[in-house]
């Protein structure tokens, strides 16, 4: 009776020393990953900031533009105006 006791307690003791240390790699694994993702959220995010300066300065080229035109526009404008007088 004790000794197939004893075994059976071996067994589990066996079973949870596996048991614990896959839980411990499973935990190990989960934390890697969750690291990965931080850093990748971080990168995404330096990234939307990074396009969003890119399209800020855009529009203000395109503002900068649109003005030059503009002058151009009314610089010939005045130019046609004179030669008609």
């Given amino acids: ?13 066996e079973r949870t ?3 614990t240390a896959e839980i411990s790699q499973m935990v190990s694994d989960i ?7 931080v850093q ?3 990168e995404i995010r330096e ?12 529009g203000e080229t395109m ?8 002058s151009v526009v009314k610089a010939i404008s005045q130019y046609a105006a004179g030669q008609r007088a």
Avoid: C, H, Y
Avoid at 31 to 37: D, F, I, K, L, P
Avoid at 63 to 70: F, K, L, S, T, V
């Fill in 1 to 13: 009776g004790f000794a197939v006791v004893a075994d059976e307690v071996r067994k589990l003791a």
């Fill in 31 to 37: 934390q890697t990953q969750t690291q990965v993702a």
């Fill in 63 to 70: 503002d900068q533009i649109m003005e030059g035109a503009r």
């Fill in 40 to 42: 990748n959220m971080s």
């Fill in 47 to 58: 990234q939307a900031t990074q396009s969003v300066n890119r399209t800020r300065e855009a």
């Fill in 17 to 19: 020393a596996a048991s």
